[in-house]
């Protein structure tokens, strides 16, 4: 296994690193602020201690990334395949157009996590945040599972404003005592039902099984799910006809 020590290291020479190591398992100690690690990579196992940058994970095909520590805006941005941990929170637009593999962030999500989001064949991108989510999740999403576990939000609701706002697939499941505030007409409520629940058993069992959880606890909780509206769903965004 090769470790690179990234203290004072641009981002440039850092994924330069990355991607000419032959070492398959890398683990990246003082990481502070480089951009771009783990782009497009796939059938490598990285490790990172610290805070990496804007676009972790951009174009990631296949790579597995592990961050002890917080993670910046626009992970996973375009993620066809793989897996992200991250053991903190994760910035604004977190899983921007993912269109596959997995992104587990413990703590919380900024504004937009999940915007974009779509699903092809069996590409079904997953984004799972413990904690809360800013406003605007799962803006203009048109596929994949987003689920959002409220574990410090007392039962309160674990998004901001505008959840789901233009949603037209997929699919934002909720642990939650109530139901989130300001949804927009695009999106349908609901309570979850088994087949929900079922549905987002393997990904609870892999957030808790990462990051320590008691998955039984966790799924004890109350679930809400939200799915596009069929009923012509742009319908206010047009001039009366």
């Known amino acids: 296994m090769l470790t690179i020590n990234s203290k004072d290291v641009h981002f440039r020479q850092l994924n330069e690193k990355i991607r000419a190591a032959r070492d398959k398992k890398i683990t990246v100690e003082n990481c502070c602020g480089q ?24 174009y990631m095909d296949g790579a597995a990334v592990t961050v002890y520590g917080n993670a910046q805006d626009a992970t996973g941005d375009t993620m066809n395949d793989g ?4 053991h903190g929170s994760s910035g604004d637009a977190t899983g921007y157009g993912m269109r596959g593999g997995r992104i587990f962030v413990k703590g919380d999500a900024g504004y937009r996590a999940g915007i974009h989001m779509k699903a092809y064949e069996d590409k079904i991108p997953v984004l799972v945040v413990g904690g809360r989510a800013g406003s ?30 233009g949603m037209h697939g997929g699919k934002i499941v909720l642990r939650s005592d109530e139901a989130p505030p300001n949804l927009p007409a695009q999106v349908v409520l609901s309570e979850a039902t088994p087949e929900d629940m079922a549905e987002i058993d393997a990904h609870v069992k ?7 959880a008691d998955r039984s606890a966790v799924l004890a909780g109350r679930f809400f799910v939200l799915t596009p509206n069929a009923l012509n769903p742009y319908t206010q965004m047009y001039t009366h006809n």
Do not use: H, M, W
Request: a negative charge.
């Open 35 to 58: 951009r771009y690690i783990a782009d497009g990579l796939g059938g490598k196992e990285i490790v990172i201690k610290g805070t990496p940058g804007n676009g972790l994970g951009y």
């Open 83 to 86: 897996v992200i941990y991250i």
């Open 206 to 212: 892999e957030f808790c099984r990462v990051f320590g």
């Open 136 to 165: 605007f999740l799962g803006e203009y999403q048109a596929g994949g599972l987003i689920i959002v576990l409220g574990l410090e939000s007392d039962g309160k609701s674990p998004v901001g404003f505008f959840c789901g706002t």
